[in-house]
């Protein structure tokens, strides 16, 4: 079947399990490989996900969306990701032009170069189908029909199938 590029969204959900979207996200990835899909990442989704995993929980006085997790804890689990899933390098070169080519097309700014950069990577590796949470992070670069978005909710329909 086809490539997918996976978030960090989405990593950290599937090795949290106190997580309300564990379940749903363990269902997601699991139906993705029994569909012959072929589940990867590139470096900046593993910086993503050791950032916002050792980020202090939210709370009075901390920071938002993190998971408390220690630094070694955090690493255990990106070794998870290496065994299990595909990781991608893609030409900085290449991502580089791709990425600025993007944020003047689509008009992108702040923090939100971040994920428009996720979107270069993608497109620079060749992978069309990006799987998230974030929908809303990536919507401008899916209706301009740069990447396909799936989520958790959305595996099993036409674009993952």
Avoid at 29 to 51: D, G, M, S, W
Avoid at 61 to 78: H, I, K, M, P, Y
Wanted: proline share 2%.
């Amino acid at each position: 079947m086809a490539d997918v590029l996976v978030d960090s969204s989405i990593f950290g959900r599937y090795l949290n399990l106190d997580d309300s979207r564990h379940a749903s996200t363990r269902l997601a990835i699991r139906t993705l490989i029994k569909q012959n899909h072929t589940l990867c990442f590139v470096p900046q989704v593993a910086y993503e996900f050791l950032c916002f995993m050792t980020k202090k929980r939210s709370g009075v006085g901390t920071d938002v969306n993190g998971f408390g997790w220690s630094v070694s804890e955090a690493v255990a689990r990106l070794d998870q990701i290496e065994h299990h899933f595909e990781l991608r390098l893609q030409d900085p070169d290449r991502e580089y032009r791709v990425l600025r080519s993007l944020v003047e097309e689509l008009e992108v700014s702040g923090t939100r170069i971040h994920d428009i950069r996720l979107v270069a990577a993608a497109k620079t590796i060749g992978i069309n189908l990006f799987f998230t949470l974030d929908e809303s992070h990536f919507k401008r670069a899916s209706e301009a029909g740069h990447i396909d978005l799936l989520t958790p909710g959305g595996v099993g329909e036409a674009g993952a199938s």
